[in-house]
């Protein structure tokens, strides 16, 4: 299936094509590569309006990597707030080209809601502790949408990344969003050490969460590469799941394999889900022309119907 965001209030993808994409968030308008949009641009009078340009430096450095850097236009701010999905962010054009949102991600936080409104309408039987809040494990969850979006809807979420600046940028975006009394916990740590002590600890989640990137680092090094991690990764995941799960979703941007890898992953699972189903695809943005931006894939297992 082909997941599609399109325009927002204060998101709009105006433009891409030629190796870049141009957004509007908000009130400034940013251009920015995307190795995606291998195609012409169809609106080449709006890029000159840009009010900000990530750009490559040459020549390439002594390590072999190229300087980067965000050319802003005179007045522009370096952080501004955004409303989107339903929640609040904080954009902060970053020197890895990011700016924080992942507008793509908008249906994966209303499937999010979904599964968990869903849980209203299960048998009792199917409930793990009669009432008692779902239990929510976000891993590699960033500036926090997924995170925001699951306590919007009445979870309680660990949300567990390598990255204390990451940590503190989510927590802004759950205040700015109303959301600072959540129960969330705030975790900086490597996603399979974490993982490994919560088996330890004997904890479970009833929905889990992972975006994991092709390559990275924790908070003291440690090394996470997909290829070698991510399988060791998903079975000690397994283990964190209650008796009666509610969803595991999984995100990959950049990762070059295709959603139909992390579908056969959760596939293997179903049996130890207790049933349900598994869906995988694109996530895209659809432009102002209607041509849709591939930005990366996913899939997800569910108990109810979603």
Same mark, same amino acid.
């Given at each position: 299936?082909?997941?599609?965001?399109?325009?927002?209030?204060?998101?709009?993808?105006?433009?891409?094509?030629?190796?870049?994409?141009?957004?509007?968030?908000?009130?400034?308008?940013?251009?920015?590569?995307?190795?995606?949009? *291998?195609?012409? +641009?169809?609106?080449?009078?709006?890029?000159?309006? $840009?009010? !900000?340009?990530?750009? /490559?430096?040459?020549?390439? =450095?002594?390590?072999?990597?190229?300087?980067?850097?965000?050319?802003?236009?005179?007045?522009?701010?370096?952080?501004?707030?955004?409303?989107?999905?339903?929640?609040?962010?904080?954009?902060?054009?970053?020197?890895?080209?990011?700016?924080?949102?992942?507008?793509?991600?908008?249906?994966?936080?209303?499937?999010?809601?979904?599964?968990?409104?869903?849980?209203?309408?299960?048998?009792?039987?199917?409930?793990?502790?009669?009432?008692?809040?779902?239990?929510?494990?976000?891993?590699?969850?960033?500036?926090?949408?997924?995170?925001?979006?699951?306590?919007?809807?009445?979870?309680?979420?660990?949300?567990?990344?390598?990255?204390?600046?990451?940590?503190?940028?989510?927590?802004?975006?759950?205040?700015?969003?109303? *959301?600072?009394? +959540?129960?969330?916990?705030?975790?900086?740590?490597? $996603?399979? !050490?974490?993982?490994? /002590?919560?088996?330890?600890? =004997?904890?479970?989640?009833?929905?889990?969460?992972?975006?994991?990137?092709?390559?990275?680092?924790?908070?003291?090094?440690?090394?996470?590469?997909?290829?070698?991690?991510?399988?060791?990764?998903?079975?000690?995941?397994?283990?964190?799941?209650?008796?009666?799960?509610?969803?595991?979703?999984?995100?990959?941007?950049?990762?070059?394999?295709?959603?139909?890898?992390?579908?056969?992953?959760?596939?293997?699972?179903?049996?130890?889900?207790?049933?349900?189903?598994?869906?995988?695809?694109?996530?895209?943005?659809?432009?102002?022309?209607?041509?849709?931006?591939?930005?990366?894939?996913?899939?997800?297992?569910?108990?109810?119907?979603?």
């Amino acid at each position: 299936m082909i997941q599609i965001t399109k325009k927002e209030k204060d998101y709009e993808l105006l433009d891409s094509g030629e190796g870049e994409k141009l957004e509007r968030y908000g009130k400034y308008v940013l251009s920015r590569p995307d190795p995606q949009a *291998l195609w012409r +641009k169809s609106a080449p009078e709006l890029w000159p309006k $840009a009010d !900000a340009v990530f750009s /490559r430096r040459d020549p390439v =450095g002594v390590r072999g990597d190229q300087a980067t850097e965000w050319k802003l236009k005179a007045g522009v701010s370096r952080k501004w707030q955004v409303e989107f999905g339903g929640l609040r962010f904080w954009i902060k054009p970053s020197a890895f080209k990011h700016t924080g949102l992942f507008p793509e991600q908008k249906g994966n936080w209303e499937w999010i809601k979904k599964v968990l409104d869903s849980r209203r309408s299960l048998p009792r039987t199917r409930i793990r502790g009669g009432n008692d809040k779902v239990n929510v494990l976000n891993l590699f969850g960033y500036t926090g949408g997924a995170t925001l979006a699951a306590a919007q809807a009445g979870a309680q979420i660990c949300h567990v990344d390598g990255s204390k600046s990451a940590i503190g940028w989510a927590r802004e975006n759950a205040e700015i969003s109303g *959301l600072s009394e +959540k129960p969330v916990r705030w975790i900086l740590d490597d $996603a399979v !050490a974490f993982v490994k /002590r919560e088996i330890k600890r =004997g904890r479970k989640y009833d929905g889990i969460i992972m975006d994991p990137p092709a390559f990275g680092h924790g908070p003291k090094g440690e090394m996470w590469k997909i290829e070698e991690d991510f399988l060791e990764l998903m079975d000690l995941c397994a283990q964190l799941l209650s008796d009666k799960p509610l969803f595991f979703l999984v995100n990959g941007y950049a990762s070059g394999y295709s959603s139909i890898t992390y579908a056969n992953n959760l596939e293997s699972l179903v049996k130890k889900l207790a049933g349900g189903s598994v869906e995988h695809g694109e996530l895209t943005i659809e432009e102002k022309s209607g041509r849709l931006l591939p930005c990366g894939i996913f899939a997800r297992w569910s108990y109810g119907p979603c």
